[in-house]
């Protein structure tokens, strides 16, 4: 069963923009705390963003003031507006639903800032 699927990767030039959006089934998202992580070859997985059910978000601080996540509860959708993107962004790019001692993971989408 797909309970989490990611959209909108793709290649952007260094000082672009790209949004991914992460649909999620009803279930695993009203009361879920959903977040983005990311693994760059080479690299460990590393959280990017997360928001709680009430809005509440936190990110990372390799992102801070260029990256943006948000909710849209009425439609089970998780966002991330990357702005700003830099090649050390460029990354498989994860969603994640987390509610207790659960996780639920997405299949990844690529992220791809070139110079």
């Known amino acids: 069963q797909v309970q989490l699927v990611e959209s909108g990767g793709g290649l952007v030039q260094a000082g672009g923009s790209l949004r991914l959006s992460c649909a999620a089934s009803?279930?695993?998202?009203?009361?879920?705390?959903m977040g983005w992580y990311r693994q760059a070859p080479g690299k460990q997985r590393e959280l990017v963003a997360s928001?709680?059910?009430?809005?509440?978000?936190s990110y990372g601080d390799s992102v801070k003031g260029r990256f943006t996540i948000s909710r849209d509860n009425a439609e089970s959708t998780v966002y991330l507006q990357m702005s700003s993107l830099k090649p050390e962004d460029t990354a498989v790019y994860y969603c994640?639903?987390?509610?207790?001692?659960?996780?639920?993971w997405g299949q990844g989408t690529q992220v791809t800032v070139s110079s």
């Open positions: 928001i709680t059910s009430g809005g509440s978000t």
């Open positions: 009803r279930s695993i998202f009203s009361l879920n705390v």
């Open positions: 994640a639903s987390r509610r207790g001692g659960s996780s639920w």
